[in-house]
T-cell receptor, first 113, second 114 residues
Framework: QQQVKQSPQSLIVQKGGISIINCAYE??????FPWYQQFPGKGPALLIA?????SEKKEGRFTISFNKSAKQFSLHIMDSQPGDSATYFC????????????FGKGTKLTVNP | NAGVTQTPKFQVLKTGQSMTLQCAQD?????MSWYRQDPGMGLRLIHY???????DQGEVPNGYNVSRSTTEDFPLRLLSAAPSQTSVYFC?????????????FGPGTRLTVL
């Protein structure tokens, strides 16, 4: 049973464009929704995270949009750059620890110059 | 701070061999976890620990053992390696008591089982 579904599997965007990656979750107990960025040969690193008490969080060119009623959240990368080319994972957990961090299957983003 | 360190970076085993993947963190994090990453499968939790002396199974624990004798170290043991265990293994640590669940990942160990 996949608790976090991520789409698309791969995404190609032109430099300066907007990259959008979507995730849907099933467990309403989740209360922490991070996005991780992974470059080839490296471990994932936290990019941005959101709690369900807000509908949007922005950090620089990266924005998380959160829809609690639809149980969906998405990552928007504005003004995408070739250096953003990486694999992105959404995840979900419950901060109390009763629900462990569960990852989506990842989206490979390629930003063409 | 070195963060999360893992050794070795690469390893080739023959079916049936055993080995231990090492993981250490210097951030005094209480939580440590092991994940495996396979193409198209994302990161799947193998085992985790909420503190020294306490471990529990994750989503895919079969064929792996862990122990946590200290806060810093969390080794992963493969008892009898199988080709299905060919994967990239990541160790991570976190500190939920600090109010967030950021997982800090190590650089990974790429394991091939022939």
């Amino acid at each position: 049973q996949q608790q976090v579904k991520q789409s698309p599997q791969s995404l190609i965007v032109q430099k300066g464009g907007i990259s959008i990656i979507n995730c849907a979750y099933e467990n309403t107990a989740f209360d922490y929704f991070p996005w991780y960025q992974q470059f080839p040969g490296k471990g994932p690193a936290l990019l941005i995270a959101i709690r369900p008490d807000v509908s949007e969080k922005k950090e620089g060119r990266f924005t998380i949009s959160f829809n609690k009623s639809a149980k969906q959240f998405s990552l928007h990368i504005m003004d995408s750059q070739p250096g953003d080319s990486a694999t992105y994972f959404c995840a979900a957990s419950k901060l109390s620890g009763s629900e462990k961090l569960v990852f989506g299957k990842g989206t490979k983003l390629t930003v063409n110059p | 701070n070195a963060g999360v360190t893992q050794t070795p970076k690469f390893q080739v085993l023959k079916t049936g061999q055993s080995m231990t993947l090492q993981c250490a963190q210097d951030m005094n994090h209480e939580y440590m976890s092991w994940y495996r990453q396979d193409p198209g499968m994302g990161l799947r939790l193998i085992h985790y620990s909420v503190g020294a002396g306490i471990t529990d199974q994750g989503e895919v624990p079969n064929g792996y053992n862990v122990s946590r004798s200290t806060t810093e170290d969390f080794p992963l043991r493969l008892l009898s390696a199988a080709p299905s265990q060919t994967s990239v293994y990541f160790c991570a640590s976190s500190s939920p008591s600090s109010g967030e669940d950021t997982q800090y990942f190590g650089p990974g160990t790429r394991l091939t089982v022939l």
